[in-house]
């Protein structure tokens, strides 16, 4: 049973508050570019570092508006064969030699009825622009900055009018174009022509307040005391030289974590033992050693008094 659909929010306000029924706690500035985004129909690209929550944002928007998710993942090497279709190669020969094995020696027409769609893989791209009864779907092209070039200018033809051309069929126009949203770390930049066709948004880490509610929301069971302690020694993390700060995604980790060990609050023993569910580099881990933890330690639980 195909999912209820819903139609777009009809002001900023309503998407925060579609967001936030997805316990995606999002601020104000973001909700515009959505809303923005939704109403006049434009892809969204967003960046920022991993782990901050912009593939999620696809997904709450697919799980609200009771649309249908697509994902694209992006790699080194991606191709049309990988992202838009391919022909099932061999499913057409084995239709070929029963056709010839049942006395069907015309080439043309043979040659018609093996490049018919039964035959054909849609990959995501194409995917996205077939009818769908909930709606247009949620199209989420997740890292495009891990592509090649050559697709990026290739997705910029199918961007611009929503369609794509297969020589044997002919093209194929979506009918009412997706919810496109594009996400980058930005371990290279994305071509301006690209981000001209998108409305922008950098995704940065959230303020304590957001990520104590984003905690909360996520991790039920924590506890008041413990879930103050984690995002203050996360948000102290951040402003230390590491070569990969943790995100959101490892703060609510490192939470669930402490939560499985019955954790009430935290100590420097403790804090050591699970790093490596928020870092994910040895020498990150290195940094902080055992007097470094403590000294983080002390100072989060001084702010936390201090702000009582």
């Known amino acids: ?47 920022g570092e991993a782990g901050v929550g912009k593939t ?56 018609h009825d093996v490049f018919a769609e039964r035959f054909l893989i849609k990959r995501p791209l ?18 495009l900055d891990r592509s090649d070039e050559a697709f990026e200018a290739f997705l910029l033809e199918v961007l611009a009018d929503f369609q794509v051309t297969i020589p044997e069929l002919g093209t194929i126009k979506a009918a009412h174009p997706p919810i496109v949203v594009i996400t980058s770390n930005r371990t290279r930049e994305i071509h301006d022509a690209l981000k001209r066709r998108c409305l922008y948004h950098w995704v940065g880490y959230p303020t304590a307040s957001r990520e104590l509610d984003i905690v909360r929301a ?40 402490l939560s499985e060990l019955d954790a009430v609050a935290l100590d420097p023993a403790t804090v050591s033992d699970t790093l490596g569910v928020l870092l994910k580099y040895q020498d990150d881990i290195a940094r902080l050693d055992g007097g470094k933890v403590k000294e983080l330690l002390d100072q989060v639980q001084a702010e936390l008094r201090a702000a009582e």
Not at 16 to 35: G, I, K, N, P, Q
Not at 126 to 142: F, H, N, R, S, T
Not at 237 to 256: C, H, I, M, N, Y
């Open 1 to 47: 049973m195909a999912p209820k659909s819903h139609p777009v929010p009809a002001s900023i306000d309503a998407t925060l508050e579609l967001l936030a029924a997805a316990d995606y706690l999002a601020d104000r500035s973001l909700a515009t570019v959505l809303f923005l985004a939704l109403k006049m129909g434009r892809p969204i690209f967003l960046e």
């Open 56 to 111: 999620e944002i696809a997904k709450v928007l697919a799980s609200t508006l009771g649309r249908r998710l697509i994902r694209l993942q992006c790699y080194e090497g991606l191709d049309v064969a990988n992202a838009v279709y391919e022909w099932n190669y061999a499913a057409q020969m084995i239709a070929i030699r029963a056709a010839e094995a049942g006395g069907e020696h015309n080439r043309e027409k043979i040659e």
């Open 126 to 143: 194409l995917q996205a622009l077939e009818p769908d009864p909930a709606g247009a779907p949620v199209l989420l092209i997740d890292e």
């Open 218 to 257: 996520k991790v039920p069971g924590i506890g008041k005391k413990l879930s103050e302690l984690v995002v203050g020694f996360v948000q102290a993390l951040r402003k230390q030289d590491l070569f990969k700060s943790p995100g959101v995604a490892e703060t609510l980790d490192w939470a669930t974590a």
